[in-house]
């Protein structure tokens, strides 16, 4: 189909405005989100670790909330929130929260427990030793969570359409609605990809950046 193809760099350069609100309407979604479950998923993780007979209801209830599928979790909030973004970024939430959960509680189970004896015998206070020892050591485990929570919503964001609030994922749907308009598309698909590697690569950097005696030590 010639009339139809894969990908076009005029429809690209034609639409360059509206392909660049879409993707920082998508990026600004995928931020507040993950930021919102990590506020919420890293101190329930904390409070997990402290208290272990908490880990079967606080985890539980988040992996349940992440197996219900995304258009039926966003067909719920709809009614309760109101068609756009306030449903999609609750829906959001509630799937990046199990991930950051789950490695926060993860990376703290690794603390080793001599050095916990050690810390305590420094004197250190249990809120000392959280931020001190317990939090840097569980660090690159809760930054490979926002880094796959991060990738997931970027995904997500654009089954939001349905509820009117997809990012790039409106300009998908669009293209299906125009006969299937591959340029678009693609387009459309790739930016996601894209949007999707930067944000990681971002994330990636800066976990890099606050461990740096990881890098000493592989030096």
């Known amino acids: 189909m ?41 101190p329930l993780g904390v409070l997990v670790s402290r208290f272990r007979w908490l880990s079967g209801p606080v985890v539980g209830t988040a992996a349940v909330l992440y197996t219900v599928p995304s258009l039926a979790l966003f067909a719920i909030l709809a009614p309760v929130l109101g068609i756009g973004r306030p449903p999609v970024l609750v829906g959001l939430v509630v799937y990046a929260l199990l991930i950051i959960l789950r490695n926060t509680v993860a990376g703290l189970a690794t603390v080793d427990p001599a050095v916990l004896d050690a810390a305590r015998g420094l004197g250190y206070g249990s809120g000392r030793l959280l931020v001190q020892v317990a939090m840097p050591s569980a660090l690159p485990s809760i930054i490979a969570g926002l880094r796959l929570a991060t990738v997931s919503s970027v995904a997500l964001v654009t089954v939001g359409v349905v509820v009117g609030y997809g990012g790039l994922g409106q300009i998908m749907f669009q293209g299906f609605r125009n ?41």
Do not use: K
């Open 2 to 42: 010639p009339g139809n193809p894969w990908f076009s760099w005029s429809y690209v350069i034609d639409n360059a405005p509206v392909l660049w609100e879409r993707t920082v309407e998508h990026a600004g979604l995928t931020i507040e989100a993950v930021a919102i479950s990590a506020a919420i998923a890293i």
């Open 179 to 219: 006969n299937s308009y591959r340029a678009e598309i693609m387009t459309a698909t790739l930016a996601t990809i894209l949007l999707a590697l930067v944000l990681d690569l971002a994330l990636w950097a800066a976990g890099r950046a606050l461990t740096p005696w990881l890098r000493r030590r592989t030096s």
